[in-house]
């Protein structure tokens, strides 16, 4: 692949997910945002998938399709099966409303520019440049979690930090050595398996979904 | 070898326990194989106090004389924490609430839990340590969760969320100190090997260094429970079982800090000491305001010891940021000796509970009449933790605050001593509520059982000779002290 073909894709795979993260603050219902979250998993795993090609790097290959199979499919899978008992239930008060919130992931994005100038500054290629999408996602997820309200989510805004974490990785080192990634792979699974546990025996043991009614414990 | 040994204990000891139906031997199996930590820890030791470190697999398992001493912090203090497992798990099966699956779980949680610590301090990659006290995060959730009631689902669910975010973003941190060693290294050989990562750090570029350090500080912090990430904390501890309480809050907290005494030191040489000093004093001291001004309106026993934890990561923190060998030797002797003392109260808090009910200091009178050996305990537990003599934790804070002003961090060690005479007030004023006091008419005096009274008094007797004479760890705490100061 040339090299104008391999920034535009990059281009294109990174855009995808800084635009999914704002999708989910868009979108209230929580399907909805599931799926932005799966489409985002998928541009994350092109996104390793494009910068190996380009490097003819087999790890990375690897790891980009392994990034679509597990973000992509599995871990949106594992939180529908949370959301079957409440698929209609829409994030109904969040802390902050819809354009107020895109407003505000506008202005992190901006942040996330100015605080990577630094990064940027030591990798001057194609892929540098959008190091600073992937903080703006980490600070939309981090945003989305404090202003949203249902578990759910906050699992959500957690796999949007993980996620923008990813993409500096991917962008900025060409992925972390493969035994690293793996481990990193499967804890962020492994998270989400125990998050949807535990959101599970809530709902079933206590009605509880919302996370103001967590007010058992405090000083 | 010895390496791979130490984590196939904990390992083979978890599979035996998850392949038989639970039977109190399984239990006792599980105390043998943290005496067995224990023991191959101080082997290890003696193996490379004198500057030699050991490897496996290509390095990525490799022991030099600050993992050394983590595996004996966390052998001692596991071996303390899981006499008490038995007696637990004995009384949830008596009362109904846990069933024996419920047993297995809990041995089999319990010492994966145990080999990710290890694997955390015996990595000899930044990356696979991360992976490990990720891990350590998802094991604990279910042991914090292990009651299954409505205040340790919530604890747990906030454990996990607040821990997960601060373990990603150190994560991102590792990944800044990678992408620095890629272009330090002209490419060429760049890992995350702790070692390689060492011998480039003066060539690492400051300013994304100080954007990592920054990262990490906050992503470990949170596991570590230094303030302003702090507030998972009490709510885990004074939910999680007794035993489970007295690892996490004993080691896993000073494991999270062993990961930042390793990066403060690549970052001492890409930054010189001021940046990372004035974050370490910032966090430190943060700590302990919060923990100060927490711990006056507790009135819950459990949350106190919690609380007070957040104190002594804050004291750590403080005499890490001094930095000098004395400084780092003194912080290691306060893990080891925090961990002992800390474990034994909570320990006493979770045999407390069992007889009396509840974790109210309000409804606690009167130990010290009622029930003399397990007040004694007690008290003697508070006394060390508060930092008297003879116990070792009035050394290393002695040693702290001495090194602290020996750099110019004065102030700050005043600000840590007024804070810490705050925590002292407070902590007496709600002991002084639960030890004393006459014993009710006719109420006889209760005799705590042996297995209770002999471990935890061997952990306050350990913590004792520890300040005391501190020869048998003196050469072992200066060799693991220059790993991490240059």
Known sequence: MNNATYSNLLELAAGLVILCAFVTLWRRSLSAIVRALSVQGVALGLVALVLGLHRRDVVLITVGCLVIASKGAVIPTLLKRVLANDSLIRETSPLVNVPASLVGAGALTFLAYGATRPVVALVPTSAGRLIPLGLATLLIGFFSMVIRRKAASQIVGLLLVDNGIALVAFLATAGVPLLVELGASLDVLLVVVVLRVLAVQLWSKFAVLDLDQLRELHD | MLTILLLAVPLATGLVAATQSWRRWVGWLCTASLGGVLILGVVLATRVVHDRAVSAFSGVLRADALSAFMVIVIGAIGLLATTQSVRYLDAEIVSGRGTARHATLYAVLVQGFITTMLLAVLAGNVGVMWVAVEATTIITTFLVGHRKTRGALEASWKYVIICSVGIALAFLGTVLVYLAALHAGHGLHASLQWTSLMSVSHHLDPRVMRLALGLLVLGYGTKVGLAPMHSWLPDAHSQAPAPVSALMSGVLLTVAFYALLRFKAICDGALGTAFPRALFVTVGLLSLIIAASLLLSQHDYKRMLAYHSVEHMGLIALGTAAGTPVAIAAVLLHILGHGLAKGVL???????????????????????????????????????????????????????????????????????????????????????????????????????????????????AGCAALGVLAWPLDSLLRAAAMVVVR
């Open chain 2, 346 to 460: 909570f320990l006493a808090s979770g045999e407390i509970l069992l007889v009396e009910g509840s974790t109210e200091i309000d409804q606690v009178r009167a130990l010290l009449a009622r029930r003399p050996a397990l007040g004694g305990i007690f008290a003697f537990g508070l006394v060390a933790l508060l930092g008297l003599p003879p116990f070792s934790l009035f050394v290393s804070e002695l040693n702290m605050l001495r090194a602290e002003v020996s750099v110019g961090l004065g102030w700050a060690a005043a600000i840590s001593l007024i804070c810490m005479a705050v925590i002292f007030g407070a902590v007496m004023s709600h002991g002084r509520h639960m030890l004393f006091g006459a014993r009710a008419e006719g109420e006889p005096v209760h005799r705590t059982p042996l297995i209770v009274t002999v471990p935890l008094i061997g952990g306050l």
